[in-house]
């Protein structure tokens, strides 16, 4: 059972940084992908970053490049978004999910995406 929980929203000033962390149940191989998604009042799902856990390589949206950061820590089975220079436009629930294993990215899109996080608000003003 594959068990995901987000930490490290709040609100924040425009101009200012967060980090959300992500802690994750841990397969027994590399080969899948994690990601952080948001969704604001109104709006549909959308996708944030994500990093294929094989080799690291990282995917972000348009929208937050040069801003938000991906990373993971795979000894602490944790994932991570750091966010700086946050906009209010950055405000909605962040949400983390992960594949099933041997699934891969699809840039930062949702379908490939199996187990999601309860999710953790992010308030820029």
């Not at 980090?19 to 109104?42: E, H, I, T, V």
Request: charged share 15%; hydrophobic share 30%.
């Amino acid at each position: 059972h594959v068990q995901l929980v987000e930490s490290g929203g709040g609100s924040v000033q425009a101009g200012g940084s967060l980090r959300l962390s992500c802690a994750a149940s841990k397969y027994a191989y590399s080969n899948y992908c994690m990601g952080w998604f948001r969704q604001a009042p109104g709006m549909e799902r959308e996708g944030v970053a994500t990093v294929y856990i094989g080799d690291s390589t990282t995917y972000v949206a348009d929208s937050v490049k040069g801003r938000f950061t991906i990373s993971r820590d795979n000894v602490k089975s944790t994932l991570y978004l750091q966010m700086n220079s946050l906009k209010p436009e950055d405000t909605a629930m962040y949400y983390c999910a992960t594949t099933k294993l041997w699934v891969g990215c699809d840039g930062t899109r949702q379908r490939p995406f199996a187990y999601w996080g309860q999710g953790t608000q992010v308030t820029v003003s």
